[in-house]
Nanobody, 120 residues
Framework: QVQVVESGGGLVQAGGSLRLSCAAS????????MGWYRQAPGKQRELVAT???????NYADSVKGRFTISSDNGKNTVYLQMNSLKPEDTAVYYC??????????????WGQGTQVTVSS
């Protein structure tokens, strides 16, 4: 089993910054990708940013130039630096880890979510 724990959410004024962290632990043989998704009230969960084990990065158009995803593969940790935050960035942010245990196929694992609230 794989555990995923996020931290770093909170309340910030528009234009401010926050840094989210996510650590994966447990029976991990390898990680294929890690990423961040968000879900605002009344909306579907959407991709924010992903990073593969090979270093390929993908961002949603709405966060390009403002958010930066990075990872520490040795620590099975992924970060999301969020700058120039806007009220529309308000959402619960979820960490996703695509990992597998030895002898098993890759599965997606999710954290419990961390609230990010941006006030205008």
């Amino acid at each position: 089993q794989v555990q995923v724990v996020e931290s770093g959410g909170g309340l910030v004024q528009a234009g401010g910054s926050l840094r989210l962290s996510c650590a994966a632990s447990g029976s991990i043989f390898s990680i294929n990708a890690m990423g961040w998704y968000r879900q605002a009230p009344g909306k579907q969960r959407e991709l924010v940013a992903t990073i593969t084990s090979g270093g390929s990065i993908n961002y949603a158009d709405s966060v390009k130039g403002r958010f930066t995803i990075s990872s520490d593969n040795g620590k099975n940790t992924v970060y999301l630096q969020m700058n120039s935050l806007k009220p529309e960035d308000t959402a619960v942010y979820y960490c996703n880890v695509r990992a597998r245990a030895l002898g098993y196929a890759y599965n997606d694992y999710w954290g419990q979510g961390t609230q990010v609230t941006v006030s205008s």
